[in-house]
């Protein structure tokens, strides 16, 4: 038996006995260099409009701004949520997802051993409208608190573990060239947006005045 077969044995069994036990269940999985976690919550806010958080991150963390950070991808999504593709490519139903880049202080080691660990992680760290926060205050230009694509990681407190979000990693971040070129981009496409919709409006107020016209004349 090879070490993944030890991982992925050690792992169903975790998943059977949080199913019976808590209100939420962990999936483990690795391809390559990537961990992968899924964690679905049995039940949830009625605001919450997913109940399962997947996050991939690098097994490969790197140094940056002094400190370990690892790239991770992370989407939420519905567990009955699917995408149907045409029956002539075999009618395969696709789990529909989008994932979007961050950054984060993460223990990898602690995300497969440590349930508590990964429990905080998955459910608080990376919940959706937490993560959105940050990347929609990485688009501008000067927030109170730069973060760029950073959301900060997890540690040990006394009994728990908490968020937490280093100051100097974020500004970092948010001023890297990675960052610059994605706000420069983000002005852009913003900008053209801006002129469709105004060239859409003038051509309503254009139709709306001829209309007004043309009513007038059959009176």
Not at 6 to 31: H, L, P, R
Request: one cysteine or more.
């Amino acid at each position: 038996m090879g070490l993944l077969d030890k991982f992925k044995k050690k792992s169903n069994t975790k998943e059977a006995s949080t199913t019976q036990q808590k209100d939420y269940n962990i999936k483990y999985s690795i391809n390559g260099d990537k961990l992968q976690i899924d964690f679905k919550e049995n039940h949830h806010e009625a605001e919450q409009s997913y109940d399962t958080t997947r996050l991939v991150v690098s097994l490969e963390p790197f140094i940056f701004a002094g400190r370990q950070v690892s790239n991770c991808a992370v989407s939420w999504y519905n567990s009955s949520d699917v995408i149907f593709v045409d029956p002539k490519f075999g009618g395969e139903q696709i789990e529909a997802r989008q994932y979007v880049g961050v950054l984060a202080e993460l223990d990898t080691q602690a995300l497969q051993q440590d349930e508590s660990y990964a429990y905080e992680t998955m459910k608080s760290l990376l919940n959706k409208e937490r993560v959105m926060r940050y990347i929609n205050t990485g688009l501008e230009e000067k927030p109170k608190q730069p973060c760029g694509k950073y959301i900060g990681g997890i540690e040990k407190e006394e009994n728990s573990y908490i968020k937490f979000f280093s100051p100097d990693l974020g500004q970092a971040s948010h001023y890297s060239d990675l960052m610059i070129n994605r706000r420069r981009e983000y002005r852009q496409k913003a900008e053209i947006q801006r002129q469709q919709e105004q060239i859409k409006a003038e051509k309503r107020a254009q139709i709306q005045k001829l209309q007004q016209e043309i009513d007038d004349m059959s009176r």
